[in-house]
């Protein structure tokens, strides 16, 4: 049981190993947030505007788990912050002006339809170059999705969040 155990934590270990992957960091026309709302990726993303990786950051609009429920809030004026709201919110109290965080105008419920709508915002803004800011295990995949989706007109810097408390090791 010991030796299966052991071979389990190791395969664990190996498959976790094999969904990190980052690029080499280097600046960039804008740095975008995977998943609106992940504070986590937001602290990183105004980490890396600070320091002069990139002019802007970009967010999108997740979309909505349930369309009954909003519709009956905004029915009683109950407003709730939006995820991206959220996420441009931590870059103010940072320091950030809200003019250097883009946000998306559709809404996404996946990865690919996250890389499609981003397509006419970096286009608008000519950027043509990102830093792609996700959790350490959603890189690989990410990386993949976005590089398809963008084409070779946009390059892709893929990073993980350095606030992501996931340790294949452990």
């Known amino acids: 049981s010991f030796i299966l155990l052991f071979s389990g934590r190791y395969l664990a270990r190996q498959a976790a190993s094999y969904l990190i992957s980052t690029d080499v960091l280097e600046p960039a026309d804008a740095i975008v947030v995977l998943g609106a709302y992940a504070p986590d990726r937001m602290m990183t993303a105004v980490d890396l505007y600070q320091q002069g990786y990139a002019p802007y950051i970009v967010l999108s609009m997740e979309e909505r788990p349930s369309t009954i429920v909003f519709?009956?809030?905004?029915?009683?004026?109950v407003v709730i912050p939006e995820t991206h709201d959220i996420s441009l919110?931590?870059?103010?109290q940072r320091g950030l002006s809200p003019s250097a965080v883009l946000i998306t105008e559709t809404r996404a419920n996946s990865t690919r339809m996250e890389a499609r709508n981003l397509r006419p915002l970096l286009e608008q803004h000519q950027i043509r170059s990102i830093i792609a800011v996700t959790s350490k295990?959603?890189?690989?995949?990410t990386s993949r999705i976005f590089r398809q989706e963008l084409g070779d007109d946009i390059r892709v810097i893929m990073q993980v969040s350095s606030y992501d408390e996931f340790n294949p090791e452990a």
Do not use: F, G, P, Q
């Open 71 to 77: 519709d009956k809030m905004a029915e009683l004026s």
């Open 89 to 92: 919110s931590i870059a103010t």
């Open 137 to 141: 295990t959603h890189t690989k995949r």
